[in-house]
């Protein structure tokens, strides 16, 4: 059974930028086949998808965030992270990582359980 | 982006009764849409992918229909355990976008 979590520091600057890291269990990511993604959801508010990236390092990011975001992806500990710079009090959401199959099917079966990050001062 | 409108954005029906929520995309996305439930305080479950196809696992009182602008997610009879926020989600085009969702209560 595929699990996945989200790890991280709750509490970031504005300004700053927001890390976190999601490790995944139960299947391996550089088996391939699966896209890893994140993606977030403001408080109270619906999904925004923030991007994937793939075994190979390959990444797409939502042109929206593309300027501020970095994924990144660590096979030896079967781990991808996410990096948003700049961050403002928009950015507070609860964050999921998540797996899609990397063969057009577009969905996300296996998700974390989100992590709340607060952009505050 | 692909614009994805749901309604309502809430509804409350009675235990065995039957829910509709429907989904607009902004442009033809073929079947390339998926239903999520989300309880609160938990991540959204994927319920229905390419617009009528069940998860396993997923009970058969959720169905989905509809292909390229117009979509339809039903509960043939509302049970407590469906109390939750449902999505649809499109990924005909990068990057994948989702709806503003619809919040079913019980009444």
């Known amino acids: 059974q595929v699990q996945l979590q989200e790890s991280g520091p709750g509490l970031v600057k504005p300004s700053q930028t927001l890390s976190l890291t999601c490790t995944v269990s139960g299947g391996s990511i550089s088996s391939g086949g699966y896209y890893w993604s994140w993606i977030r959801q403001h408080p109270g508010k619906g999904l925004e998808w923030i991007g994937y990236?793939?075994?190979?390092?390959?990444?797409y990011y939502n042109p929206s965030l593309k300027s501020r975001v970095t994924i990144s992806v660590d096979t030896s500990k079967n781990q991808f992270s996410l990096k948003l710079s700049s961050v403002t009090a928009a950015d507070t959401a609860v964050y999921y990582c998540?797996?899609?199959?990397?063969?057009?099917?577009?969905?996300?079966?296996?998700w974390g359980q989100g992590t709340l990050v607060t952009v505050s001062s | 982006d692909i614009q994805m409108t749901q309604s309502p954005s809430s509804l409350s029906a009675s235990v065995g009764d039957r829910v509709t929520i429907t989904c607009q995309a902004s442009q033809d996305i073929s079947n390339y849409l998926n239903w999520y439930q989300q309880k609160p305080g938990k991540a959204p479950k994927l319920l229905i992918y390419d617009a009528s196809n069940l998860e396993t696992g997923v009970p058969s009182r959720f169905s989905g229909s509809g292909s390229g602008t117009d979509f339809t997610f039903t509960i043939s009879s509302l049970q407590p355990e469906d109390i939750a926020t449902y999505y649809c989600q499109q990924y005909d085009n990068l990057p994948p976008t989702f709806g503003q969702g619809t919040k079913v209560e019980i009444k």
């Open positions: 998540a797996r899609e199959k990397a063969d057009s099917s577009g969905w996300y079966d296996y």
């Open positions: 990236i793939y075994y190979s390092g390959s990444t």
